[in-house]
Structure formats: C-alpha cells, structure tokens
C-alpha cells in the first residue's frame, strides 16, 4: 500500500482514538459520533484546501513554483517536485543537444536548407544564407523556389531525380559555382546541400590554360626541328654545306628554348610544390651581384650600359641559388627589354626606415603600360609575345621571382612608363638580414 494511504488511515484512526473514543467515554457515543464527522468534515476541509493548491498549481504557468503541503500532501508533493525536476533535467539536456546539433550544423563548410514537401523553408544555416544571399531568420517559412528562382535550380527541383548534383552557377552572388544536392529524409522533408566549388573551378581553368600554353610553347620549336630534321634526312646532299650547317643551328637554336623552358617549368613545380630545400643559408649580396653583372654584361654583348651599386653589403638568410635565379631574372630582363643604346643600373640598398633589403633594378626600355602591371607575373604571361620570343624568354620567368620572393616572405614592386623604362624593385624583410657592414 502507498504511503499517502497508509497516512489517510493513520489520520482516521487517530481520529476515532483521540477525537470520538474519548468524547464517547466522557459523554455519550452520539456526543462521540457527532466529535467524530466533526473531525472526518476537518480532515475533508484540510484535503479540500490542499487539493485547491494543487489545482491552482496545475493551472498556473509552466515555471510556478509547487505549493508546500503537510502530511499525505507533503509527500504527494514531494513526489510531484521530483518529477518535474526530473522532466526539466532531461529538457535541459534535450535542449542542449539540439544546440549542439545546430552549432555543428551551423560550423558545416557546406550551406544545409531544410525544407518541407510545399519547398517551405524549415531552417537554413549561415553558409545556405550566405550561398544564396538569404536571411537565417526572416527566409523561414518562404518558399525555397521563391527565393531561389534560378531556371536551372527549379528544374532540378521539379525533376526529382537527386542522385546526380547540380552545378549552379549565376546565382545572386556573383562569382560564386555551388554543386547542389537535394537529399530527401524522413516524412517529405529534405537537405539542400550548397558546396562552394569556385576554387576548385578557377583552379581546374588554369591547369587547362596552363597545360593549354605549355603545349602551344613546344609546338613552335618542336615544328622547326621537326620540319628541318626531315628536310636533311631525306635529301641531306641536295643542300649546301652553308645550307645545312644553317638549319643545324636552327635546329639548336630550337632545342635550347625548349630546354629552357622545361628548365623554368621544372624550377616553377618544384617552387610550386613547396617540395625546396629550407632557406636559410647565409647568402652573401655583393658577390651574387658582382656575378649576376658578369651574367648581364655578357647578356648585353656591350650594347647597353650597365651599373652596380652596392650600397651596403649585406648577408641575407635565404636560399642562395632561387635568390640568384630570381634576382638574376630581373637583371636579364632589363637587358632583353631595352634596346641597344640603352642604360641598366642595379642598386642594393638597406631602407632607413623600415631595415628591408632592396634590389632595384632600373632600365630606359620599352616600358610596360600600366594594363599590363598587375598580371605580369602569372605565369606565360607577356606583353608582347613575339619580343619575348625572340629574346628567349619563355614567360615564366616573373612567376618564378615572384614564387622565390613569397618564399622569402618578400615582395615584388613595378613602375613602369611605356617608352620610357621600368623599375622593379624586390624588397626583402628586415628579418632576413643578417647583417649590415
Ligand atoms: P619572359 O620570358 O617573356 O621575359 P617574364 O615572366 O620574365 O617572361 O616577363 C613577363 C613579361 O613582362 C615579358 O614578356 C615582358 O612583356 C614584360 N617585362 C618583364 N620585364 C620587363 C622589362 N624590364 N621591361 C619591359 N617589359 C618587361
């Protein structure tokens, strides 16, 4: 038997020894019986009132404290008080859950809108919001099809067939490609799932331009030598000794761009791959310049005039041989861009101000328009092809520089007036110089 009625029991029987036993004693049993529905009708009232807080408790709001009961009461509502702080527990917890959840949903890198068999908004995550320039909290309930009105999307949409994603592109943000997948789940509900796939795209375009422009690099001299190689092999004795030793050297003069190039492509996908040794050897400035002048002047053959000023010699902490590359570039690309007549300076100097290391090169050449500026150093970029060409450039030269540059965590600057000349300036950061003599 429960404790409330063993207690109720324990009440009326204290009623009948206390209250009717001895008034039926000291008087009469009717005086008794009329003690005793005295004291059945207070116990009633006392039940009456405790089940009126009970009531009013029940019909108050949700977070009302239980009232405070006396015997039985005191244990209904004990019983009571524990259920409830047992319900709330597990609410609590649920509700963290569904927090947790939400926060993990909202951390997703893909965008997820939930949404119901009419394609009314459920619930939409910020990096959805963000995909399809939508608002997490005023779009719920929309129609998705409303919002996101693209012809593409809605026929994916009415298709219903989702085993296959969509690539949507030319939605309201401009520039960005999303792969779509609708993913049904439970009773006529489903996932818009929303990943931005632009990087990817951007940089699947440049491989195919990248392998695009490498072929179109090997077409020319492969098509010399092979047209000439043939020329001799079957009629070697109809041509003249001049003749032949001029196509031998075209020949040549062919194999080596090729050569040159694989040996700057091989040096952009080892830079590219971040596969190259640690750069911190000490690399001294002065005697690396003193040899890339040596390299220039030869460059040159005395058509130009050349300088090298050293203004502070200094020992850099770097990858000696990617520095020489790249500032080598530099230098040699003054001497291919400036025609005969022309003057080359080359400067290395320590700013005052900030403690970076600078080499400067300066030259009265044909100059860059200002268009051309930004792009210069992506690779096969250049501005006039057939110069570039003919001077044995391969147009990958700028990329390289700018990779041994980032590297060095330093930094390219051009200026450039058309017809007139060009500076490049490579900055190197304080950090990296070791020493100022
Ligand atoms: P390339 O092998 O064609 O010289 P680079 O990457 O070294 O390739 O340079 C890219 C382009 O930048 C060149 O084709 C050229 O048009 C331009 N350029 C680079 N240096 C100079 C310069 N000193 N003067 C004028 N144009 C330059």
């Given at each position: 038997m429960s404790t409330i009625w063993v207690r109720t029991l324990w009440q009326l029987l204290a009623i009948v020894v206390f209250v009717f036993a001895p008034v039926a004693v000291a008087w009469d049993v009717a005086t008794g019986l009329l003690a005793l529905i005295a004291g059945l009708l207070f116990l009633l009232g006392w039940h009456v009132f405790h089940f009126g807080l009970l009531m009013g408790w029940l019909e108050g709001s949700l977070d009302s404290p239980l009232p405070r009961g006396s015997g039985a009461w005191e244990i209904a509502f004990a019983g009571l008080h524990r259920r409830v702080r047992i319900r709330l527990g597990q609410q609590q917890s649920l509700t963290e859950t569904l927090e947790r959840f939400m926060r993990a949903f909202q951390a997703l890198p893909d965008g997820v809108i939930a949404f119901d068999r009419h394609r009314h908004i459920d619930w939409i995550n910020e990096r959805a919001a963000a995909h399809f320039a939508l608002s997490a909290g005023t779009d719920r309930g929309q129609a998705l099809t409303n919002l996101i009105r693209h012809p593409d999307f809605v026929a994916y949409l009415d298709n219903g067939h989702f085993d296959e994603p969509l690539i949507y592109r030319?939605?309201?943000?401009?520039?960005l490609t999303l792969l779509l997948q609708v993913i049904p789940y439970g009773n006529d509900q489903s996932l818009l799932v929303s990943r931005d796939i632009s990087q990817l795209e951007r940089m699947e375009t440049m491989r195919r331009d990248f392998i695009a422009n490498v072929s179109h690099e090997l077409k020319t001299p492969l098509t010399v030598v092979a047209g000439f190689s043939e020329m001799l092999a079957e009629?070697?004795?109809?041509?003249s000794a001049d003749e032949v030793k001029r196509y031998l050297k075209l020949i040549c003069e062919q194999n080596g761009r090729m050569q040159h190039l694989i040996e700057d492509l091989l040096t952009l996908s080892s830079l590219e791959s971040g596969g190259a040794p640690p750069i911190d050897e000490r690399v001294e400035v002065a005697p690396m310049l003193h040899s890339i002048l040596n390299d220039i002047k030869a460059l040159s053959a005395g058509q130009h005039e050349i300088s090298l000023a050293v203004e502070m010699p200094s020992v850099l902490r770097g990858c000696a041989n990617e520095l020489r590359s790249a500032f080598g570039n530099l230098a040699s690309n003054a001497v291919r861009y400036t025609p005969a007549g022309g003057r080359i300076e080359l400067v290395w100097r320590v700013n005052a101000e900030n403690g970076a290391g600078e080499f400067v090169v300066t030259d009265t050449g044909i100059g860059i328009a200002a268009q051309h500026l930004p792009r210069l150093t992506e690779r096969f970029y250049r501005v006039d092809r057939s110069r570039s060409r003919e001077t044995g450039?391969?147009?990958l030269g700028l990329a390289i520089v700018k990779h041994v540059l980032t590297r060095h965590q330093a930094t390219l600057a051009v200026t450039s007036e058309l017809g007139k000349g060009s500076c490049f300036t490579a900055r190197i950061p304080a950090e990296r110089l070791l020493s100022r003599q």
């Open positions: 030319g939605g309201r943000v401009e520039g009629g070697y004795e109809e041509y450039g391969t147009g």
